[in-house]
Each structure stands twice: as structure tokens, then as C-alpha cells.
């Protein structure tokens, strides 16, 4: 069983920086890859990005490449979500998400665990 805790969500101006941390407890972090998703109010949830068990390879929606990265520290189990450049569009609900493959996982259906997601507003 994975717990996993998102933290750094907040409020942000339109153009600005925030990064968000999971820390996982109670499995083989270094075994999983892990992935943002996020759902804006009145839409279903999104993948915004993956990174891989090793943290060697990482992917990302188009909405938010170039913008968003991803990296984790398998010593701390924590994977973060580096936020620059934000819109109001990016203004969601973020949640992390473990997969039991060492591979990048994309859907919804492909993650094990979730964690209890944290806000990001982001003002215009």
C-alpha cells in the first residue's frame, strides 16, 4: 500500500512559478513511475506529466510542455512538479498518482495510487 501526500499548492498570478511535492510512504517508490494529473472545475481530469522509476525519462502533455517539469528524489520518495509560467487555464486541482510500471503511464486507469490532491489558482 503507497500513501501519498501533495503539498504547494496556492495561489499564484498569471506568469508565475509554484512547484508542487509528493511524498510517498508504505511502498517501493523506486519500483513506480509517477504522474500529475489535474481536473479544472467543470472538466474531467487531465495528465499533465510522468516521469519514469528511474526518473530518467519524463513526459508531458502538450498544454504544459515547455512550462511544466517534472523530477523526483527516490532517497526522499518525492516526486515534485516544477510549475513556471502559469495561466489562469492551469487553474485545477493537482494530483500525483502512482503507477506499478517503471514506465511513464498515462490514463487514469493505468495509476495504483492517487493522492488527495491539492489546489492551484492561478489569477489573471
Known amino acids: 500500500q503507497v500513501q501519498l501526500v501533495e503539498s504547494g499548492g496556492g495561489l499564484v498570478q498569471a506568469g508565475g512559478s509554484l512547484r508542487l511535492s509528493c511524498l510517498a510512504s508504505g511502498g517501493t517508490f523506486d519500483r513506480r513511475s509517477m504522474g500529475w494529473f489535474r481536473r479544472a472545475p467543470g472538466k474531467e481530469i487531465e495528465w499533465v506529466g510522468g516521469i519514469s522509476a528511474s526518473g530518467t525519462r519524463t513526459m508531458f502533455a502538450d498544454s504544459v510542455r515547455g512550462r511544466f517539469t517534472i523530477s523526483r528524489d527516490n532517497a526522499k520518495s518525492v516526486v515534485y512538479l516544477q510549475m513556471n509560467a502559469l495561466k489562469p487555464e492551469d487553474t485545477a486541482v493537482y494530483f500525483c498518482?502512482?503507477?506499478?510500471?517503471?514506465?511513464?503511464?498515462?490514463?487514469?486507469?493505468?495509476?495504483?495510487?492517487w493522492g488527495q490532491g491539492t489546489q492551484v489558482t492561478v489569477s489573471s
Open positions: 498518482a502512482a503507477s506499478s510500471a517503471t514506465y511513464v503511464v498515462m490514463t487514469t486507469t493505468g495509476q495504483e495510487y
